[in-house]
């Protein structure tokens, strides 16, 4: 630590957590403010005013000037609006720094300029954030000096969600009462509330700042719009948990110190597949905190990044034919007493209560395979899912070899007698240590991955909020287990309708469970028989939003209205058509600025030099003059191209916003951007490289 000091002392440092509130709050205070966090309900306004109080006096003390109520609409990033904490003058020109209950609980920032998919016309521009009191407050440290941020959720005047917030916090109520139910009629009589954990694992890559500033489309937008790849690329897997170099190590101890201090248990590290890109998983949490802390996790590493003279891209797809970045959503519910509803036990075909779980999770992911596909849509994502490269865009779901059996066998005879056992590893080394094999090896190509006592879902697109799908989750688990307590509670029989609808889920669904390998052709096709959707881009999934299916799903459970989905739709297809008009766009204006004059000065050399060569009473000019012509040629293929990209994405802008609009942007403008790309990598492999304008794939990757 820079200051010699052990991560048990810095770890939380910053933040407003119980042990600060213990310490700080009056005794009655704080037990008000405990019991809200567990159970729900209001903070009355003077318990409220005096958290306030001292929330501010602390973060006085870290050197904080400043509070803002952080949120997270619905653009992707976070937001905020900072107000100092001081009064105004008094007579004498004295300030006081002041914080009330009611400026912690509620804010109102002008929600018209955030997107709202017409839930709320610019005329009636209220928009709340509520304070989340269960994600702690914290001071963040950044060029503007200390500010306290308080996790808030951002809602309309008619408390219409604009966030992502506020269908997360209504998903884990859904899950946590259909938990409850499920529990009790197994006996459970303890567990007061049960809750999502979810631990995400963030990719990223990072490279070089001054390389990345010479890049106008990394810039812009977060990915480079044109590239080959070098003639090194990923095939020799030596990245992959490689020693991590000085420079990259460097940065990620101050990430993680950061990280610390801001109670982020950041706990894993390493390089992954793609040269330059790495990973860091925390040490998962509960559903909401996890959120707001990825959200911390992105923003640290880029300002990290930048301190350490590099840059962090958190896009899905920085480069093309180079290994994309994703997140993996590690989820599981478990009591407030410590039980995972997830963990099969030794023994898991015995385990009744589990293979209800196990069997109503597959009914949930088989019935909602489309929102779940959704839910890990983005624009950048778009390059990895159902695109050229694999994993395809189908949800299936990977047991391993033990808990396949378990199902086999209920699926063909009604029970399962046995589970199959982890055996002994042996290494053929004396001195290593025996140790006994988990019964179920893994299957890095399954989207959706049981993992032990959690299921890993591997979709999801690395700059992307993981709120999303973890609001799919847990709705669709709370209705299969709503259904299924339903037919319980009615039974005058337990045992045996316990019996009839484990065999029968595992049955109904068994179409959902997939071991193979999910990159291979052979599955997209095995998939198609089976009958599992395979939804190709974000365009094709955002419909899933406002089926009749999901309206009653997200309606019955609280989460969404239909009008919220139908604007979440909105927002969403306006989203797309923007990023690609603003990639569009950064495409026309680097080819015809910049890359356009480089190759046309490069083929006016070969030109003079095939003039110097004939000049001096030589023929031998055959090399150049292939160049030139296959140069000409490509330069021809990209100068057409180029003005039917000009062409097609002034069309698209002009189009009303909407569906129809984003459909346009998905299968015109993104075509004729890959058609303009082509020839210019062509040429870029040509061209000779002190001529070519901005750093090349090579450069970024392997230079970092
Ligand atoms: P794996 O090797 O299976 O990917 P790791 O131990 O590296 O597992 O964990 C990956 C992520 O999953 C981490 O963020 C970890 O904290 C999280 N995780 C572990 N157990 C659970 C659980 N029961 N529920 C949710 N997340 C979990
Ligand atoms: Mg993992």
Not at 137 to 159: E, K, Q
Not at 329 to 334: A, P, V
Not at 353 to 377: G, M, W
Not at 589 to 608: E, F, G, H, Q, W
Request: proline share 4%.
């Amino acid at each position: 630590m820079s200051e010699n000091k052990k991560v048990s002392e810095i770890f939380g440092e910053y933040v407003f957590n119980d042990s600060v509130m213990k310490e700080r709050l009056p005794k009655k205070a704080y037990q008000k403010l405990r019991q809200v966090m567990a159970e729900g309900g209001e903070l009355d306004p003077a318990t409220a005013d005096i958290i306030a109080h001292e929330m501010k006096e602390w973060a006085i003390e870290q050197g904080a000037t400043h509070y803002t109520h952080w949120f997270q609409p619905l653009t992707g990033v976070t937001a905020e609006k900072h107000d100092s904490f001081i009064t105004a003058p008094d007579d004498e020109g004295h300030v006081l720094m002041s914080f009330s209950g009611k400026e912690l609980i509620k804010g109102e920032p002008d929600a018209s300029s955030f997107p709202s998919g017409g839930l709320r016309a610019t005329c009636e521009a209220r928009g709340y954030t509520a304070w989340d009191c269960t994600s702690y407050a914290f001071v963040r440290h950044d060029a503007a000096g200390a500010t306290l941020c308080i996790p808030t959720a951002f809602c309309s005047y008619t408390g219409e969600a604009l966030d992502q917030k506020t269908p997360l916090l209504r998903s884990m109520q859904a899950v946590n009462e259909q938990s409850l139910r499920l529990l009790r009629l197994f006996g459970n009589t303890t567990s007061k509330k049960v809750i999502p954990s979810v631990g995400p694992e963030q990719e990223y890559f990072l490279v070089d700042r001054e390389k990345y500033l010479k890049r106008k489309d990394l810039i812009y937008t977060g990915r480079t719009l044109f590239g080959s790849m070098p003639a090194k690329g990923q095939e020799m897997d030596d990245h992959y948990f490689g020693a991590i170099r000085p420079r990259i190590a460097a940065f990620m101890k101050d990430v993680n110190e950061e990280l610390w201090k801001m109670g982020v248990p950041a706990k894993t590290q390493h390089n992954e597949v793609a040269p330059a890109q790495h990973e860091l998983a925390p040490i998962y949490e509960t559903c909401n905190i996890a959120v707001d802390h990825n959200h911390l996790v992105m923003e640290v590493l880029k300002k990290k990044a930048n301190e350490h003279g590099l840059q962090c891209l958190l896009h899905e797809k920085p480069f093309d034919g180079v290994n994309g970045s994703g997140k993996h959503n590690n989820w599981s519910i478990t009591t407030d007493d410590g039980i995972n509803m997830l963990d099969p036990g030794k023994t898991p075909h015995e385990n009744l209560q589990f293979l209800l779980v196990l069997t109503c999770i597959l009914k949930a992911v088989d019935r909602h395979a489309d929102l779940i596909r959704e839910s890990a849509s983005n624009v950048g994502n778009d390059h990895r899912l159902g695109a050229n490269e694999a994993p395809p865009a189908i949800i299936s779901v990977f047991l391993g070899n033990q808990l396949d059996d378990v199902i086999g066998q209920l699926c063909s005879t009604g029970v399962a007698t046995h589970s199959l056992e982890g055996e002994v590893l042996d290494t053929g080394v004396d001195i290593l240590p025996e140790f006994m094999k988990d019964a179920t090896d893994r299957n890095r190509t399954s989207p959706f991955a049981f993992t032990g006592n959690k299921f890993e879902f591997r979709m999801v697109g690395s700059q992307d909020s993981i709120s999303m799908p973890n609001v799919v989750l847990n709705t669709i688990v709370a209705e299969a287990f709503k259904e299924a307590c339903d037919e319980l509670e009615a039974s005058e029989d337990f045992d045996g309708t316990l019996h009839d609808l484990i065999k029968r889920q595992a049955i109904e669904h068994q179409r959902i469970i997939f071991n193979g390998d999910g990159y291979s052709e052979g599955w997209v096709e095995e998939a198609e028989r089976r009958g599992l959707p395979n939804i190709h881009s974000m365009v094709d999934a955002i419909p899933t939003l406002t089926t009749d299916k999901a309206i009653k799903l997200f309606e019955e459970f609280g989460v969404f209205t239909k009008a919220e989905l139908e604007s979440r739709a909105e927002v969403l297809y306006e989203n797309y058509a923007k990023s690609i008009n603003i990639e569009a766009r950064a495409m026309i204006n680097i080819s015809s600025k910049t890359l356009i004059p480089a190759i046309i000065k490069y083929i006016t050399s070969l030109a003079d030099s095939i003039n110097s060569v004939k000049a001096a009473g030589c023929d031998a000019v055959s090399v150049q003059t292939d160049l030139l012509n296959e140069s000409s040629a490509l330069l021809t293929e990209a100068r057409d191209a180029l003005a039917m990209l000009e062409e097609v994405t002034d069309k698209g802008k002009a189009m009303a916003e909407g569906r129809e609009q984003a459909v346009y942007y998905h299968d015109v403008v993104f075509e004729a951007m890959a058609a303009l790309r082509a020839p210019i990598d062509k040429l870029e492999i040509i061209v000779d490289k002190k001529m070519w304008p901005f750093p090349s794939y090579g450069d970024l990757i392997y230079e970092v």
